[in-house]
T-cell receptor, first 112, second 114 residues
Framework: DAGVIQSPRHEVTEMGQEVTLRCKPI?????LFWYRQTMMRGLELLIY????????DSGMPEDRFSAKMPNASFSTLKIQPSEPRDSAVYFC??????????FGNGTRLTVT | AQSVSQHNHHVILSEAASLELGCNYS??????LFWYVQYPGQHLQLLLK??????LVKGIKGFEAEFIKSKFSFNLRKPSVQWSDTAEYFC????????????FGKGTHLIIQP
């Protein structure tokens, strides 16, 4: 079991650039979650998918953020255009419905 | 890099029993410590956190945790559990300046039998 795999591990980009974060959930898991973590706000749920369908995106901060899950083994979180206040660690997690979450190692995003 | 170890993957208790879930971390410097809970079918909720000050931290729903720096531990406790405490519990740490974000333990599945 390779666990939840996120890439890249670190991303540094300039304001205005497009950023794409990637996540490969654990095989067989049918729920996928994107979280953002900052020192000020702690851990925030951005969006979650069930069976590849977005169920709740109320945590997505604004239209610059979008997430897709084209198939059961891959999801992306895109920020376009990026801003310095988007700097944070972004976590992906997956689970079977009603079972514990398994977290990836996170992507540390720095927008200068 | 920091790591977090939760010793018990599954814990089964009867109602009114006392609870202690272990959490150890590996980092020699300043840490911020968290316990999160995930109830069945729900998302993560913050139970309590330690940043500084009194090492005995009280959280929601009667939970508390004690930071023991010499033992690199942050164990979660509750004197009398209820059936509704059945959930997955995650310990997490932010180390140093927090540049690497939260590191989670693998979680402890707690089952409370009525």
């Amino acid at each position: 079991d390779a666990g939840v795999i996120q890439s890249p591990r670190h991303e540094v980009t300039e304001m205005g650039q497009e950023v794409t974060l990637r996540c490969k959930p654990i095989s067989g898991h049918n729920s996928l979650f994107w979280y953002r973590q900052t020192m000020m706000r702690g851990l925030e749920l951005l969006i979650y998918f069930n069976n590849n369908v977005p169920i709740d995106d109320s945590g997505m901060p604004e239209d610059r953020f979008s997430a897709k899950m084209p198939n059961a083994s891959f999801s992306t979180l895109k920020i376009q255009p990026s801003e310095p206040r988007d700097s944070a660690v972004y976590f992906c997690a997956s689970s079977l419905m009603n079972s514990p979450l398994h977290f990836g190692n996170g992507t540390r995003l720095t927008v200068t | 890099a920091q790591s977090v170890s939760q010793h018990n993957h599954h814990v089964i208790l009867s109602e009114a029993a006392s609870l202690e879930l272990g959490c150890n971390y590996s980092y020699g410097g300043t840490v911020n410590l968290f316990w999160y809970v995930q109830y069945p079918g729900q998302h993560l909720q913050l139970l309590l956190k330690y940043f500084s000050g009194d090492p005995l931290v009280k959280g929601i729903k009667g939970f508390e945790a004690e930071f023991i720096k010499s033992k690199f531990s942050f164990n979660l406790r509750k004197p009398s559990v209820q059936w509704s405490d059945t959930a997955e519990y995650f310990c997490a740490v932010i180390a140093g300046g927090g540049a690497d974000g939260l590191t989670f333990g693998k979680g402890t599945h707690l089952i409370i039998q009525p």
